[in-house]
C-alpha cells in the first residue's frame, strides 16, 4: 500500500522533508541581531546569568561610591589604587576558578600563596638568588603543594574540603618555620616592588592597549568568519563588531585614565599603567584560552557538568582533577608574589585572615558557579575588582571594619543565592 502510494505521487513533487528539531539544523541556521538577543535572553530566563550579576553590581557600585564621594572616588589615582588593591584576590580567584568548575574546593589557597611568598622572600633575602630564580622556585613550591591535594582529593578520593582545611593548617605552621614567630621578612628587590608599586612608561601602556585591542578584534573576526565558512552557526557581525568596539573603549579608556599625571605634588610625576595590570592581562588570555580554545578546556567542564558522564567518554577523571589543584595553587603561589610585592614584605600572618574568603568570594561574585561546571576565567576578574570597589569606596566614606566585613560578606551571600536559584532554573529547563 506505502508503495502504491508512493508512486501516486508525480515526480518531483515529494513534499520536502523536515528535520526534527533534534537534528543539527538549528547549528547551521544563520542567525540575525533579533534571533541572537532572542535566544540571549532566553538563555538568561533559563538562569544562564553568566556575568551579568557582577557587570551590573559592579556598575552600580562605582555609581554608589561616585555620588557619596565624587572628589575622590574617581580620582585617577584612587582608580589605580583599585587596580592594585584587586590584583591579589584576582589572581587567586583565576586559580579557583579552576577548582570551582570540578565542584571542588581548595581552602588552602590563600595559605599557599603566603607560604611561597615567604619561600620566594627568603631565597632573595637569606640566600641572595636573583628575583627570577626565587619566583621560579616560588611557582615550583606551589605546584608541588597542589599536586599534592590533587593526588590525595582525586586517587585517595579524601574529599577536598578536608584535605585543603589539614593543609590550611598545615602550611601556616610552614610560614612560621620559615619567617620565625611575629618576624617579617622585607622584599626590595627591584623587580618584584615594581610589579604593584610601579608604573609602565606611558608609551608601552599605550602600545600594550592598542595592541591587545586589536588582537582580541582580529580573534573575534577570525573566529566568525571561520564559523560562517564551515557553514555553523555563528553570531552576526554587529555584535560581533560591538563586543570589539566594547573591550576595545574599556582598555583605551582605561589606559587614558591611568597614563594620567596623578602625584599629589606638582613636583613628581607619576602616571603610567602599574606593572601589575599587564601581569594579570597575561594570566587571563592564557587561562581563557585553555579553558575555551583547547581539549584540556573542554574535558574540565565536562568533568565539572558530570564526572561519570565524561569518563565514560573517555576523559582521564583523575589526572583533570589533580590538574586543576596544580593550576589553582600555581596562580595561589603567584598571588602571594604579588602580594609581597604590594607590601614590601612578607610576615607570619601573609596569605591568612580573610584572603581566601576574599578569593573565593570574588571568583564567585564574578559568575563562577559553585556547583561546577559553569565559569570562565573572567569571573574572576570582576569578582576582584567588585570587592576592591567595596573595601576602597567603604575605606573613603570612613566606615568601621566591622561593617566593611558585613557588607562584603553579605555580598558574597547574595552572589551564592543568586548562583543557586540560577542553578535551580537551569535543571528545571533542562538546561
Do not use: Q
Given at each position: 500500500m506505502g508503495a502504491s502510494m508512493s508512486t501516486d505521487i508525480p515526480k518531483g513533487k515529494q513534499p520536502a522533508v523536515k528535520l526534527a528539531d533534534s537534528d543539527f539544523a538549528s547549528d547551521r541556521r544563520e542567525h540575525d541581531v533579533r534571533s541572537s538577543v532572542a535566544d540571549y535572553w532566553a538563555r538568561v530566563r533559563a538562569g544562564d546569568l553568566g556575568a551579568i550579576p557582577a557587570i551590573l553590581g559592579l556598575a552600580g557600585l562605582i555609581a554608589l561610591f561616585a555620588a557619596l564621594r565624587p572628589d575622590t572616588f574617581l580620582s585617577t589615582g584612587n582608580v589605580a589604587n583599585l587596580f592594585t588593591q584587586a590584583l591579589p584576590y584576582t589572581i587567586l580567584a583565576m586559580g579557583l576558578v579552576f577548582v570551582l568548575l570540578l565542584g571542588e574546593i581548595d581552602l588552602s589557597a590563600g595559605v599557599t600563596s603566603g607560604v611561597c611568598g615567604a619561600v620566594m622572600a627568603k631565597l632573595i633575602v637569606d640566600a641572595g638568588q636573583p628575583w627570577y630564580v626565587a619566583v621560579l622556585v616560588a611557582i615550583g613550591t606551589g605546584l608541588v603543594i597542589g599536586t599534592s591535594i590533587g593526588w590525595l582529593v582525586a586517587v585517595l578520593r579524601i574529599p577536598s574540603f578536608v584535605v585543603t582545611l589539614a593543609l590550611f593548617l598545615g602550611l601556616q605552621g610552614v610560614?612560621?618555620?620559615?619567617?620565625?614567630?611575629?618576624?617579617?621578612?622585607?622584599?626590595?628587590?627591584?623587580?618584584?616592588?615594581?610589579?604593584?608599586?610601579?608604573?609602565?612608561p606611558i608609551w608601552l601602556g599605550w602600545t600594550a592597549a592598542v595592541v591587545c585591542a586589536a588582537g582580541y578584534g582580529a580573534s573575534q573576526f577570525l573566529r566568525w568568519r571561520r564559523q560562517r565558512t564551515r557553514g555553523l552557526a555563528a553570531k552576526p557581525v554587529q555584535i560581533v563588531a560591538a563586543r570589539v568596539a566594547v573591550v576595545a573603549l574599556v582598555l583605551l579608556v582605561g589606559t587614558y585614565l591611568l597614563s594620567l599625571d596623578r602625584a599629589p605634588s606638582p613636583l613628581i610625576t607619576l602616571a603610567g599603567v602599574p606593572w601589575g595590570v599587564p601581569l594579570v592581562a597575561v594570566l587571563l588570555i592564557a587561562a581563557t584560552f585553555l579553558l575555551g580554545r583547547t581539549a584540556y578546556g573542554r574535558h574540565v567542564y565536562a568533568v565539572g557538568g558530570n564526572a561519570e558522564a565524561a569518563r565514560r567518554a573517555g576523559i582521564n577523571v583523575t589526572r583533570i582533577r589533580v590538574s586543576v589543584f596544580m593550576i589553582?595553587?600555581?596562580?595561589?603561589?603567584?598571588?602571594?608574589?604579588?602580594?609581597?610585592?604590594?607590601?614590601?614584605?612578607?610576615?607570619?600572618?601573609?596569605?591568612?585572615?580573610?584572603?581566601?574568603?576574599?578569593?573565593?568570594?570574588?571568583?564567585?561574585?564574578?559568575g563562577t558557579s559553585l556547583f561546577g561546571g559553569r565559569g570562565r576565567a573572567r569571573d574572576a576578574v570582576l569578582g576582584g575588582l567588585v570587592i576592591a570597589v567595596i573595601d576602597n569606596g567603604l575605606g573613603l566614606l570612613g566606615t568601621k571594619a566591622y561593617a566593611n566585613y558585613l557588607i562584603t560578606g553579605g555580598v558574597l551571600l547574595l552572589a551564592a543565592s543568586i548562583d543557586a536559584i540560577a542553578s535551580r532554573r537551569r535543571s528545571a529547563t533542562g538546561r
Open positions: 610560614t612560621l618555620k620559615l619567617i620565625g614567630e611575629g618576624g617579617t621578612v622585607p622584599v626590595h628587590d627591584n623587580v618584584i616592588v615594581a610589579l604593584a608599586n610601579k608604573n609602565m589553582g595553587s600555581s596562580l595561589a603561589a603567584i598571588s602571594g608574589v604579588v602580594a609581597a610585592s604590594r607590601l614590601n614584605s612578607v610576615a607570619t600572618e601573609s596569605g591568612g585572615g580573610n584572603t581566601l574568603l576574599l578569593g573565593v568570594g570574588a571568583a564567585v561574585i564574578g
